[in-house]
Nanobody, 129 residues
Framework: QVQLVESGGGSVQAGGSLRLSCVAS???????????MGWFRQAPGKEREGVAN???????SYADSVKGRFTISRDGAKNTLYLQMNSLKPEDAAMYYC????????????????????WGQGTQVTVSS
């Protein structure tokens, strides 16, 4: 059973930084399969949006709103996904979720286009102006 557990949220002032972590367990895949892990966020009254994702090959992509400020990375040995958030803005305040796709034999370019059935419980980020 796959479990994703986020941590690292908190309250910071605008311009500050936070690093979110997501520890994955129960996740198994073969070396020839690919998967995608991502960070999503949802603010009150708004739809959930993708923030950043990373494939098992290490390819990354970011929402335009966070490019140049956020960095997604992963440590395979620790089964941990990270999101380094710098220059935080009040509009970055939201509940942040870690998610993962089911590993599959797919081309690299489509790994993050697949559904994300695995989700963590979320970690709250508050940014004050």
């Amino acid at each position: 059973q796959v479990q994703l557990v986020e941590s690292g949220g908190g309250s910071v002032q605008a311009g500050g930084s936070l690093r979110l972590s997501c520890v994955a367990s129960g996740f198994s895949y073969s070396r020839s399969s690919r998967y995608c892990m991502g960070w999503f966020r949802q603010a009150p009254g708004k739809e959930r949006e993708g923030v950043a994702n990373i494939t098992s090959d290490g390819s990354t992509s970011y929402a335009d709103s966070v490019k140049g400020r956020f960095t997604i990375s992963r440590d395979g040995a620790k089964n941990t996904l990270y999101l380094q958030m710098n220059s935080l803005k009040p509009e970055d305040a939201a509940m942040y979720y870690c998610a993962a796709t089911v590993p599959a034999f797919v081309f690299p370019g489509v790994a993050c286009s697949r559904p994300f059935p695995y989700w963590g419980q979320g970690t709250q980020v508050t940014v004050s102006s």
